[in-house]
């Protein structure tokens, strides 16, 4: 688990069908010190997360499969919280 930033949304006009009805999200991972870390990433939200939320993510492709009901789905990432400060 990791947290990370929300730093905005992400359209497709043409994508996986495993993501149909999802939210997609560009977030920022953080540090410890809540400074951006690495490369922002892709991830499908169901919570309702808007732009500048800090969240706590999930990379557990198991967890995210289940998640969407899909054995082959490309999407890693996913919120599993909103962390409030």
Known sequence: MLTGRVIGRAT???KHPSLDGWRLLLV?????????EG??????DEL?????DTVLLTSDGAAVREMV???????RWATLGVIDR
């Open 12 to 14: 497709a006009t043409s």
């Open 28 to 36: 920022q991972t953080l540090d410890i010190k809540s400074n951006a």
């Open 39 to 44: 490369f922002p990433e892709l991830v499908i």
């Open 48 to 52: 309702g997360c808007g732009k500048g």
């Open 69 to 75: 009901g899909v054995k082959n789905t490309p999407i």
